[in-house]
């Protein structure tokens, strides 16, 4: 297809892999006019060759860095999530195949398409990866800590702050059950837990001095149990919001609704759907269950007659969720 005429291209599916990316294009009447594969780096070259045009692409690793340079070239790039172009996939999976119900997810015009992250998205989006791994690490960390200790028959209460005062005193104090080999392990176990410290407390100042700068997250914050953690990792997810319509379809996309199996007019609600980011309804949840644990302050807000309602009748868990939606 490499002397196709490419004048009537109005759409290409882009199959974006690691080093190589998969195109299929299309013109007005959906004739396939395109069929190639090219270079990561040869991207800009390639499509300075193409008319402009839609170009549709997956939600995934490097799509948005893909979606600004076209953009720049004058493209009308379109981000949409994998789950809406894998109906359109026709045989079996191939490159070229993804490529193709690429495309032809694009030219749907009902679509909904991933709105375009930018730079400082990205690096806000980053920060909050880094510190949720390193809390992780470091929760790790800890219970391997206790794993060991139990293993010398030694038993810490709950709670990291009751091991990390008490860690030393046991490794001095039981020094004659310890063996020499492991209290070095736990120390050096400690040591990267406190390393880990350092480097969560770091992210977190780094994350409440954005949120401090940025005006959108400070208009987040005036709302009830929204603090720097959630407020930037909203910016960092969802930009302004323009891809919603209203608070309802947020929710909606952030899995804090009912799932529904409804058919033959009858609807059918299960339990949340748990869709979009799970870091973030996390957060929401922590955030929904920290205003319960205060219900002297709840006349103070403007869904507190709601929440003492709701309160007898509901358990605490379920009363979290519906807060947070």
């Known amino acids: 297809m490499a002397n196709t005429d490419l004048s009537d291209l109005t759409t290409v599916g882009i199959d974006i892999?690691?080093?190589?990316?998969?195109l299929i294009g299309f013109d007005n009447d959906g004739k396939l006019v395109l069929r190639k594969k090219i270079k990561r780096l040869a991207l800009i070259s390639t499509f300075e060759?193409?008319?402009?045009?839609?170009?549709?692409?997956?939600?995934?690793?490097?799509?948005h860095f893909v979606s600004?340079?076209?953009?720049?070239?004058?493209?009308?790039?379109?981000?949409?999530?994998?789950?809406?172009?894998?109906?359109?996939?026709?045989?079996?999976?191939?490159?070229?195949?993804?490529a193709e119900a690429i495309a032809?997810?694009?030219?749907?015009?009902?679509?909904s398409c991933v709105k375009?992250?930018?730079e400082d998205q990205l690096d806000l989006q980053?920060?909050?990866?880094?510190?949720?791994?390193?809390?992780?690490?470091?929760?790790?960390?800890?219970?391997?800590?206790?794993?060991?200790?139990?293993?010398?028959?030694?038993?810490?209460?709950?709670?990291?702050?009751?091991?990390?005062?008490?860690?030393?005193?046991?490794?001095?104090?039981?020094?004659?059950?310890?063996?020499?080999?492991?209290?070095?392990?736990?120390?050096?176990?400690?040591?990267d837990w406190l390393w880990m410290d350092k480097r969560i407390d770091n992210t977190t100042t780094e994350i409440e001095l954005i949120s401090k700068q940025e005006e959108n997250c400070q208009r987040l914050m005036s709302v009830p149990g929204i603090g720097?953690?959630?407020?930037?990792?909203?910016?960092?997810?969802?930009?302004?919001?323009?891809?919603?319509?209203?608070?309802r379809d947020f929710a909606a996309w952030l899995g804090l609704v009912p799932r529904q199996y409804s058919t033959g007019g009858k609807a059918i609600l299960g339990r949340i759907s748990k869709r979009g980011c799970r870091y973030l309804r996390t957060l929401f949840v922590q955030a929904a269950h920290i205003i319960l644990m205060r219900p002297h302050n709840w006349s103070k807000f403007s869904f507190g007659s709601c929440l003492e309602q709701a309160a007898p009748r509901m358990h605490k868990n379920k009363l979290a969720i519906a807060l947070a939606n």
């Open 228 to 247: 720097p953690m959630i407020s930037t990792s909203m910016v960092a997810a969802i930009g302004t919001g323009e891809a919603f319509d209203k608070g």
């Open 17 to 22: 892999g690691k080093e190589v990316f998969h």
């Open 49 to 63: 060759k193409f008319p402009h045009c839609v170009v549709g692409m997956e939600a995934c690793l490097s799509a």
């Open 126 to 191: 980053a920060l909050h990866r880094v510190r949720s791994r390193l809390v992780s690490r470091r929760t790790a960390t800890i219970n391997q800590i206790r794993a060991f200790l139990i293993e010398q028959g030694i038993t810490v209460r709950t709670g990291a702050n009751a091991l990390r005062n008490s860690l030393l005193a046991i490794l001095d104090n039981r020094s004659n059950e310890i063996s020499k080999r492991m209290n070095q392990i736990i120390i050096g176990l400690y040591e």
């Open 116 to 118: 375009e992250k930018t």
């Open 104 to 111: 032809e997810a694009a030219l749907r015009p009902n679509l």
């Open 68 to 98: 600004r340079t076209l953009r720049r070239l004058g493209f009308e790039p379109r981000i949409m999530p994998a789950k809406y172009t894998k109906p359109f996939i026709k045989g079996q999976k191939n490159d070229y195949n993804d």
